[in-house]
Structures are given as C-alpha cells and as structure tokens.
C-alpha cells in the first residue's frame, strides 16, 4: 500500500515570497491534516478536512496560509507571503476517517525562509 | 498552549538498556497515542492507550497512562540502535484531532 505523498521535499524562499505544498493522501482515506513542525517542537495542527470540507481551521494563519483538497483527494497547503517564522516542516497526514484512530504522515517538506 | 510536554527533553543509553519518557498532557482525553520520529521513516503511529486502560504492550514497549495524574509513560524494553529517535505523545481530545507532545530525543549507543 502506497503511503502518503507529498513534494516537493525541500523549499528555500525568500520573505515575502509565495509557496506552495502538495499532498496526496492514502488512497481511500476520507480525512487529510496539515501539520507545522517547528524544529524541536512537536506538529502542531494547521488544518483538518473531511472528505473536501474543512472539519478544523483554528489554528491556520488565514491571513498568509490556505488550503484546498478540492475533489477529496490530494491536497495543497501555500503560503502568502511567507515571514521569517514559517521556516519548518509541513506535515501532510491521513486517515480512513473520522473515526478512526491512527493518523498516518508523509514524509514532509521542509521549508527554510530566509 | 495546550501542547504537552515530555519528560525527558534528551536521553542517551546503551544498547540493551531500557528507556523510559514520560508525558503530561492538559486535557480530557479520548486516547493517548505515541509517535516515534527519524529522518529516515518520518512520523509512525507506535502505540494508542485509550483512557479506560492503564497499561498496554506491544513488542518491546509498554505503555501506562495515569488520568488522574494527566500522565503516561513509554518503556522501551532492551533498547537497539534503530530506536534512535524522536518520540511524541499526542493527546485525543476531540474525535481524530491530535494535539503532540514536545517529544524526547533518544539516542542509542551500540
């Protein structure tokens, strides 16, 4: 079974620049997360959807950060204009739904701002 | 923030030796689940704790979970050099959100 997708892996930018992430969840997995991870803190949750809604925003950055998983399926996460304070990995995650209790992550992309 | 913390931040032992993290977290639970995280495998699901247990294996770990102390703990049983890693606890509060831990480095020695 193939695992979660993303690219690209790695992304230096300049501040003020724009950016974006993409996702390709497990095939079938109804439910997609964002997650930030900051170097040496644990991820934190940008956004959750189900299915092409959005379930959790609360902790996205609507000013600079959006995301859309238009047809339920693969996501991206972008980024406009990114600030200093950006620089982590994104984290992309799936799961066969709401109900169920394991999450499983991408492998991440890292971005540097500089 | 609601993010929990982990206890300690860094360990460095032995192969062979047991390694024990410890977790606080700050909400009413559903689950507790832990993560292990390395460069080369990313973030894994290891174990989930659901908060009418207190004790659960799997392998060469054991999990508790105190809730009336809002804390767990993760043993490692004869530790290898691939458990080098990261290692989160992440608290379920709502049905499937996470909320991770600060997670502690552990380095094994061969």
């Known amino acids: 079974e193939a695992g979660v997708a993303q690219s690209p892996r790695y992304k230096i930018i300049e501040k003020r620049q724009s950016v974006a992430f993409w996702c390709n969840p497990i095939s079938g997995h109804a439910t997609l997360y964002w997650y930030q991870q900051i170097l040496g803190q644990g991820p934190k949750l940008l956004i959750q959807?189900?299915?092409?809604?959005?379930?959790?925003d609360s902790q996205l950055p609507k000013d600079r950060f959006s995301a859309e998983r238009l047809k339920g399926v693969d996501s991206t996460l972008k980024i406009q204009p990114a600030k200093l304070e950006d620089s982590a990995v994104y984290l992309c995650?799936?799961?066969?739904?709401?109900?169920?209790?394991?999450?499983?992550f991408g492998p991440g992309t890292r971005l540097t701002v500089l | 923030s609601q993010q929990g913390e982990e206890d300690p931040q860094a360990l460095s032992i032995q192969e062979g030796e047991n390694a024990t993290m410890n977790c606080s977290y700050k909400?009413?639970?559903?689950?507790l689940q832990w993560y292990r995280q390395n460069s080369g495998r990313g973030l894994v699901h290891l174990i989930l704790i659901r908060s009418n247990e207190r004790e659960k294996h799997s392998g060469r770990l054991r999990v508790t979970l105190d809730t009336s102390k809002k804390s767990s703990s993760l043993l490692i049983t004869a530790s290898r050099a691939a458990d080098t890693a990261s290692y989160f606890c992440a608290e379920e509060f709502n049905t499937d959100k996470l909320i991770f831990g600060t997670g502690t480095r552990l380095q094994v020695f061969p």
């Open positions: 909400t009413s639970i559903n689950n």
């Open positions: 959807f189900q299915n092409n809604g959005v379930v959790d």
């Open positions: 995650a799936s799961s066969l739904s709401r109900l169920t209790d394991t999450q499983y």
